[in-house]
C-alpha cells in the first residue's frame, strides 16, 4: 500500500493534519471516534489527529435549541 500522507508531503511539500470537533450527544460516542481513527489510518498512520472540544457559549449554540 502506498504511504498515502508521506508521497503527497513529498511531492507537494506539505504538511496534513485532521482536527475534529467533538460535540457531546452528536459525534462524540466512542464507536463513532473509532470509526474516524481507523478511517484516518487506512490512509497512513503518520497524520497527526487532533481532537477540540466543543464549547456551546462561542457561536454554535445547538445543545440548548
Known amino acids: 500500500m502506498i504511504n498515502f500522507y ?3 508531503n513529498y ?3 506539505t504538511i496534513l493534519e485532521v482536527t475534529t470537533l467533538l460535540i457531546p450527544g452528536l459525534n ?3 464507536e463513532e ?3 474516524l481513527v481507523d478511517w484516518i489510518a487506512t490512509l497512513d498512520t503518520s497524520i497527526p489527529l487532533h481532537f477540540s472540544k466543543y464549547f456551546p457559549k ?3 449554540d445547538i445543545l440548548n435549541s
Open 28 to 30: 462524540n460516542s466512542e
Open 11 to 13: 511531492h507537494f511539500s
Open 58 to 60: 462561542y457561536q454554535l
Open 33 to 35: 471516534i473509532e470509526e
Open 6 to 8: 508521506s508521497e503527497f
